[in-house]
């Protein structure tokens, strides 16, 4: 099984930035997926989610407007829309899936990419 993200890279704030989020040896349809970030001197914390039953979506308050995520079951994969981009969202970008429910728990999801870097310049 393994999820692995991409898309990230160097971008001036105001801009944008598309992750792109492949998974594989799962039954997509049956998960819940989630984007989080990281920097060193933060927890892990949610950014976007999107349910398996009905592509409800919730985002973090501080980027509720600006990132919009979306799935593609035929696919197998989670995107993140980045707009707007600020230099406070530089961090390391992670999905996540979950099979039980969705949310910015990191405790609920059971499996994780390993990462994208994302760095807004101001």
């Known amino acids: 099984l393994q999820l692995q993200a991409s898309g990230g890279g160097l971008v001036q704030a105001g801009g944008s930035l598309r992750l792109s989020c492949e998974t594989s040896g799962l039954t997509f349809d049956d998960y819940s997926l989630g984007w989080f970030r990281q920097t060193p001197r933060m927890e892990r914390e949610g950014v976007s989610c999107?349910?398996?039953?009905?592509?409800?979506?919730d985002y973090s308050d501080s980027v509720k407007g600006r990132f919009t995520i979306s799935r593609d079951n035929a696919k197998n994969r989670v995107y993140l829309q980045m707009n707007s981009l600020r230099p406070e969202d530089t961090a390391v970008y992670y999905c996540a899936a979950s099979i039980s429910s969705s949310g910015f728990d990191v405790d609920v999801y059971d499996y994780w990419g390993q990462g994208t870097l994302v760095t807004v310049s101001s």
């Open positions: 999107i349910d398996r039953v009905a592509g409800r979506t």
